[in-house]
């Protein structure tokens, strides 16, 4: 499949155009955009597979790899918790840290469920203090 980013996109009238890592052009028509998805903003990295038609190349089926780094900051900004779920989140890690310290200390790491628990806790605690 290849890769890419979005050239341009008219949310009012539904297109735009995609550009390859090796310079060429495809149209993107808003219902080939991913699920949910009914916006898209240029510089955003993807992975499409095209058809080609009458017109030219068209973009059939793509995936966001990558979101530009000024959208991906709004995106965390709204994404972010309010207070109260915060604290939640750093006593719910505080405590599950504290379970993890004497295995740690004997030179066990958590693993399996447990571990990926903790690690995705700890990712969502760092997103909230980088936005």
Do not use: W
């Amino acid at each position: 499949m290849p890769t890419g980013h979005v050239k341009f996109f008219d949310n009012v009238k539904g297109f735009g155009f995609v550009q390859s890592d090796e310079g060429t052009e495809a149209f993107l028509h808003v219902s080939n955009l991913p699920d949910g998805t009914t916006d898209i903003k240029p510089g955003t990295r993807i992975e499409y597979s095209i058809v080609d038609s009458k017109r030219g190349a068209q973009v059939m089926t793509m995936r966001i790899i990558e979101v530009p780094e000024s959208l991906e900051k709004k995106q965390r900004a709204n994404a972010r918790m309010k207070n109260e779920d915060l604290v939640i989140l750093v006593e719910g890690l505080i405590s599950a840290l504290d379970k993890i310290r004497p295995g740690i200390e004997h030179g066990r790491l958590p693993e399996g469920a447990s571990a990926e628990k903790l690690a995705r806790l700890l990712r969502t605690l760092a997103d909230q203090l980088h936005s």
